[in-house]
C-alpha cells in the first residue's frame, strides 16, 4: 500500500517535467555566458575541480538522476571519495546529460546577495542593515576581467532558479530534504 504522503505517478512525472524544463532554461540562460568568458574558462571534459564530494542536491533532481541512471546507481561503482560519486576514472561526469542544477552553472563567473547579520547593539525588530554582492569563480577561471569589474549581467546570479527548484520540492512529500549525490548509489554489502 502506498504512503498517503507519497505523490502520484502523475505528480512525479509532473515534477520530472518541471525539473527537465527547469535545467533547459538554464542551459539557455547560460550559453551567452558561456560565449562571452570562452576566453577565460578552462572548464572540459575530465576537470573536476568543481566536482566536490559531498554536494547535496533538492530531491526532486535526485529523483530524475534515479530515474535515468538506475543501472549505474544499482550496479556501478561511485567514484572514491574527496570527489563527486558521478565521475568516471578520467574525471568525466557519468551523468552530465541529467546532471544537478548545480553542476550546470560551476565555471562561470557567479554573484549572489547576502543580508547583513544584525549587529548585537541593533533594538530587535529594527530595519535590516543592507545587502551586499558576493562573487566567485573557480580558481582555474580566474585569468580575464576581475570579476568586481564585471556587470550584474555577466556572471550567473544566484538565487532565483534556486528558489523555483524550492518551491518545486515543496510539492513533493519531503518538502525540506536534500539527496548527497554519493548516497544515490547502492551500498555495498
Known amino acids: 500500500m502506498p ?5 502520484t505517478d502523475a505528480e512525479e512525472a509532473d515534477l520530472a517535467d518541471a525539473v527537465v524544463g527547469l535545467h533547459a532554461e538554464v542551459e539557455s540562460a547560460t550559453r551567452h555566458l ?3 568568458h570562452a576566453s ?5 571534459s575530465g576537470c ?7 554536494l547535496t542536491v ?4 535526485a529523483a530524475r538522476i534515479r530515474r535515468h541512471h538506475g543501472l549505474l546507481l544499482a550496479g556501478g561503482e561511485a567514484h572514491p571519495a574527496g570527489a563527486c560519486a558521478f565521475l568516471d576514472g578520467a574525471g568525466a561526469c557519468r551523468i552530465y546529460a541529467d546532471r544537478p542544477y548545480v553542476c550546470r552553472t560551476q565555471g562561470l563567473p557567479l554573484r549572489w546577495l547576502e543580508e547583513d547579520e544584525p549587529r ?6 529594527g530595519e535590516p542593515l543592507g545587502r551586499y554582492e558576493l ?4 580558481p582555474k577561471n580566474e585569468a580575464g576581467e576581475a570579476l568586481e569589474e564585471l556587470r550584474a549581467a555577466d556572471c550567473w546570479t544566484l538565487g532565483p532558479v534556486e528558489t523555483r527548484l524550492a ?3 515543496v510539492a513533493t512529500a519531503r518538502p525540506r530534504a536534500r539527496t548527497r549525490l554519493r548516497a544515490l548509489f547502492t551500498p555495498r554489502g
Open 3 to 7: 504512503r498517503p504522503d507519497a505523490l
Open 34 to 36: 558561456h560565449v562571452l
Open 40 to 44: 577565460r574558462l578552462q572548464c572540459r
Open 48 to 54: 573536476a575541480s568543481c566536482c566536490v564530494d559531498e
Open 58 to 61: 533538492f530531491e526532486v533532481e
Open 120 to 125: 548585537a547593539d541593533q533594538p530587535a525588530g
Open 135 to 138: 562573487r566567485d569563480i573557480c
Open 167 to 169: 518551491a518545486l520540492q
